[in-house]
Structure formats: structure tokens, C-alpha cells
């Protein structure tokens, strides 16, 4: 019985071997989406690892981002975040105008980027003047501000966060300053 089954067996195996699989005239011209596309070489944006990131590009236009498998930092891993960035770039969804909700508002209403740089930069000013403090109540030298706080987001970058730091802290004497990828 055992000869009858290895037979059987073999003759199946070897049927199958001489026959071309199926495959579907899509599945023919399928191809991976990154195939004759550009490369570039260059360093995930966010934070202070420095993995290595390929951009690929087809006309200018990002079609994806990997790491890179040549760095010996991150050896072609990314982190989720770092691995998202080719959706920061290229999601449909992303926000591309400034959004403004005014006092006791129930919608968003848009607003150019000279509206809202001029008012963020006006009410900074004024909240700022009202409030700086020079010494604190023990006659402390302080030099600050802890009427205003600013929390940046997870997708600012090294170079946005230390100028973020240096003009909020040391420049207008901001206590609060904090990132949400910290918390
Ligand atoms: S992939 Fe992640 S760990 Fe690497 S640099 Fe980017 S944010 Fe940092």
C-alpha cells in the first residue's frame, strides 16, 4: 500500500512539475513600484539616531521611502515613524492650508499664512510684554515669560527643534517648551 501511495505520489509530483503555472496577464505586468525609479540617499528627518532613509522618485514625484540597507546605523530598518515618511509627504489628507477656529467658534474657517504669522507674532508679543519677568519675588535674575508655552509636533525635525529651542528659551524667555513625541 505504502509502494501504491509513493507511486501515486510521484506521479503527481512529476505532472505538476511539467506544466507552466497559471499566472494572469496582470499578475504578469505587475511590477514593484519602486522598479526604474531614482534613488536618493539621505537622513530621516526627526530625530538625533540618523538612520539612513532611499527616497525613490519617478518625475519628480516621491513614490516611496525605505531605509537604507547600506547604513550601519539602521542597517535598512526605520522605525514607524521614520518609516511614515513617505505618507508626510504624499498623504492626500495632510492639511495644506492654515485653519482657524476664532473665540467661541464651532468651525474652522482658512486663513493665509500672513494672517496667521502676523497674529500668532503680535499676540506673542503682547502676551510677552504684559508678562516678562527680570528677577522673580527673591530678587532672582530670571529673565522670562511663563504666560506662553509652546508644544511642538512629532513631525518637526532636529534643525526646526533646536531653533524652536533657541529662539523660545533663550530668545523670549519661554519656560514651557515641549515636543509631544516626549510625552
Ligand atoms: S527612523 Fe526613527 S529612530 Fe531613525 S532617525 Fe527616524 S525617527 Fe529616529
Not at 547600506?70 to 518609516?83: D, F, V, Y
Not at 508678562?131 to 525635525?157: F, K, P, W
Request: aromatic letters at 4%.
Amino acid at each position: 500500500m505504502a509502494g501504491v501511495l509513493r507511486r501515486i505520489g510521484r506521479g503527481i509530483g512529476e505532472h505538476v512539475g511539467r506544466v507552466p503555472n497559471p499566472v494572469s496577464r496582470s499578475t504578469r505586468a505587475a511590477h514593484a513600484r519602486v522598479r526604474d525609479a531614482d534613488v536618493t540617499v539621505t537622513v530621516c528627518p526627526y530625530c538625533a539616531v540618523g538612520c539612513s532613509q532611499l527616497v525613490h522618485t519617478k518625475n519628480g514625484r516621491i513614490v516611496n521611502i525605505e531605509g537604507n540597507p547600506a547604513s550601519p546605523i539602521n542597517a535598512g530598518t526605520l522605525c514607524p515613524k521614520g518609516a511614515a515618511t513617505s505618507g508626510l509627504v504624499s498623504n492626500p489628507a495632510r492639511l495644506t492650508t492654515v485653519k482657524y477656529r476664532p473665540p467661541h467658534g464651532t468651525t474652522w474657517e482658512e486663513r493665509t499664512l500672513e494672517w496667521a504669522m502676523d497674529r500668532i507674532a503680535r499676540l506673542v508679543k503682547q502676551t510677552r510684554d504684559d508678562s516678562y519677568e527680570e528677577r522673580d519675588g527673591d530678587g532672582n535674575l530670571v529673565n522670562r515669560t511663563l504666560a506662553i508655552g509652546h508644544l511642538g509636533g512629532a513631525t518637526l525635525d532636529n534643525e526646526e527643534n533646536y531653533l524652536i529651542k533657541k529662539l523660545f528659551t533663550a530668545g523670549l524667555g519661554i519656560v514651557a517648551v515641549e515636543n509631544q513625541a516626549r510625552i
